[in-house]
């Protein structure tokens, strides 16, 4: 169990629709970050926030946003969704600081989306 | 730009038998960090391990490890004797020495160790 808590763990849903995704980091872990798993792409990232502020961004697409609350956990908003948006979605988290970020990443058990 | 290569897509081999999973990096950066996960097939990521560039020192874990080698841009790992429960898809990941965290991964080499 690697402390990094990710809700749901399935999810369907049709096209057009959208879904939230919801992650709580480890324990004292400020950074989390969102990746996209997929067939085709592999294992993509998505975004990245630190202590409440965006970081870094990945490959997202604009119908996708995030935001990390006080409270450090973080969801990922999926909008008009489409069928290859199927895929599955890891959250990670990580000590981080606003220099560094060399520390290893603790993934969750990821959320799979399936969009029919 | 940063890359990952993984060109092992697939290996098979019989339990107890070592095997060596081959990443080549690509990176403009002095400092980086190299990762090694895996993913068993109930789908979460498992970290094994992290490496700095300024330390080319070999690892072992137990039946585990690692040979980094900056002269080939190479972060291979070994599994000796391996076992069923070695099954699993390991990915190679890359982060570079920027303030941005984010992880590149290879596409990842998927090992079935047969009883």
């Known amino acids: 169990d690697s402390g990094v808590t990710q809700t749901p763990k399935h999810l369907i849903t049709a096209t057009g629709q959208r879904v939230t995704l919801r992650c709580s980091p480890r324990s004292g872990d400020l950074s989390v970050y969102w990746y996209q798993q997929s067939l085709d792409q592999g294992l993509q990232f998505l975004i990245q926030y630190y202590n409440g502020e965006e970081r870094a961004k990945g490959n997202i697409l604009e119908r996708f946003s995030a935001q990390q609350f006080p409270d450090l956990h973080s969801e990922l908003n999926l909008s008009s969704l489409e069928l290859g948006d199927s895929a599955l979605y890891f959250c990670?988290?990580?000590?981080?600081?606003?220099?560094?970020?060399?520390?290893?990443?603790?993934f969750g058990p990821g959320t799979r989306l399936t969009v029919t | 730009a940063q890359k990952v290569t993984q060109a092992q897509t697939e290996i098979s081999v019989v339990e107890k038998e070592d095997v060596t999973l081959d990443c080549v990096y690509e990176t403009r950066d002095t400092t980086y960090y190299l990762f090694w996960y895996k993913q068993p097939p109930s789908g979460e990521l498992v970290f094994l391990i992290r490496r700095n560039s300024f330390d080319e020192q070999n690892e072992i874990s137990g039946r585990y490890s690692w040979n980094f080698q900056k002269s080939t841009s190479s972060f291979n790992f070994t599994i000796t004797a391996s076992q069923v429960v070695d099954s699993a898809v390991y990915f190679c990941a890359l982060k570079g020495g920027g303030s941005q965290g984010n992880l590149i991964f290879g596409k990842g080499t998927k090992l079935s160790v047969k009883p």
């Open positions: 990670a988290s990580s000590v981080g600081s606003r220099l560094a970020g060399s520390y290893e990443q603790y």
